[in-house]
């Protein structure tokens, strides 16, 4: 029985500045901070490959002392809003109601919320009374991905169903104002905000690329390289400088035995659907795929235009291909990273 995913759809959140009109912030932020120190900061702003983002909340909010209670509240309030709206977005393109979705799954991990996004979104608009929920959390990056692999598991074994992911993230609520580490400093200029709603189906007569396989890799002695650390400040970003080369390192073990297990190499794979976690990240797989032969462009261009949005940010990517009409055969990889540290692969076939 094939699953197939049927539609995509994003939701921005209301406010959005360039890069170039955020220097501005950043230079009174880094007030008091050495000159050297205050240059070095904006040419990571300006050299982060992000020419725009999308925030839940205005920049004005998110470079004022808060606490981890007043930015959670708008998280929350600004979830709902954008994961509503993202998921009323792609059920109208897939023509379907909300009572028509039997399984739903929503990820997040830039904030807490009890109950999970899924309950508000159950009832506001009135989604089946007996709808299987999975709100996953605390995946990161690589949860956009894992959440279609829920969802594809449940289907499989499930005819006639559909799921729906909703991935909603705000990174700019885990800013850290007191904290001027690379860290942050970084996090800050590659994340922005946003929201990506996927519906999957196990109806034959349903078109869309068919889910052929999907696998998870996990590193060992990784779990230091990615994640957050919960404050009395909020939660403060943990991001190793070392990611970009672990990932060459394991690159062929991630990429060549998923391939062979389905009969298949890296020339066979037609459309790269890679998660854009930054610009050395980016760089890093596109030297390793550029020696294959192959691009990730729409990658970079979803970099470009909105920031890494975490777990939705690889949504943007597939989205771009959905909308394609690509021809049938056309075969494609989706991957991405996370917390863990771990790699999660999807092979589709249009």
């Not at 600004?78 to 023509?95: F, G, P, R, T, Y």
């Not at 068919?210 to 990784?222: G, S």
């Not at 943007?316 to 991957?335: A, C, H, Q, S, T």
Request: glycine fraction near 6%; include cysteine; proline fraction near 4%.
């Amino acid at each position: 029985m094939a699953v197939k995913i049927t539609a995509v759809a994003k939701q921005l959140p209301k406010y959005s500045r360039e890069t170039k009109d955020i220097l501005p912030f950043v230079e009174l932020w880094l007030d008091g901070q050495e000159e050297r120190f205050k240059r070095k900061v904006l040419k990571i702003f300006e050299n982060a490959a992000v020419d725009k983002r999308y925030s839940i909340m205005d920049p004005e909010e998110v470079f004022v002392s808060t606490s981890f209670e007043e930015k959670n509240d708008i998280y929350t309030r600004e979830s709902i809003i954008l994961a509503e709206a993202s998921l009323q977005k792609v059920l109208d393109k897939a023509n379907l109601q909300p009572t028509d979705i039997d399984y739903i799954i929503t990820v997040s991990c830039t904030g807490i919320m009890i109950p999970s996004l899924d309950a508000y979104l159950i009832n506001s608009l009135k989604m089946k009374q007996d709808i299987v929920r999975l709100p996953v959390t605390e995946m990161g990056c690589a949860a956009g991905v894992s959440g279609i692999i829920y969802a594809k598991n449940f289907l499989k074994a499930n005819p006639n169903k559909r799921a729906v992911v909703i991935a909603v993230e705000a990174p700019t609520a885990t800013f850290q104002l007191n904290d001027f580490s690379m860290v942050n400093i970084v996090s800050a200029a590659i994340f922005g905000d946003g929201c990506s709603s996927v519906i999957l189906s196990s109806y034959d007569h349903e078109k869309g690329p068919e889910i052929k396989d999907e696998a998870m890799y996990h590193f060992y002695d990784a779990n230091h390289m990615m994640g957050f650390k919960l404050k009395n400040t909020g939660l403060q970003m943990i991001l190793d400088q070392s990611v970009p080369q672990t990932i060459a390192d394991h690159f062929p073990k991630i990429i060549h035995p998923f391939l062979e297990r389905n009969n298949l190499t890296i020339e066979d794979i037609d459309h790269l659907i890679f998660h854009p976690g930054g610009k050395k990240i980016v760089q890093t797989v596109e030297d390793l795929f550029g020696d294959l032969g192959k691009n990730i462009d729409d990658t970079k261009e979803v970099l470009r235009l909105y920031g890494n949005m975490s777990s939705a940010t690889v949504l943007y990517v597939l989205e771009r291909f959905m909308d394609r009409n690509l021809p049938k055969g056309d075969k494609g990889i989706m991957l991405s990273f996370g917390p863990g540290f771990s790699a999660q692969r999807i092979l589709l076939e249009w």
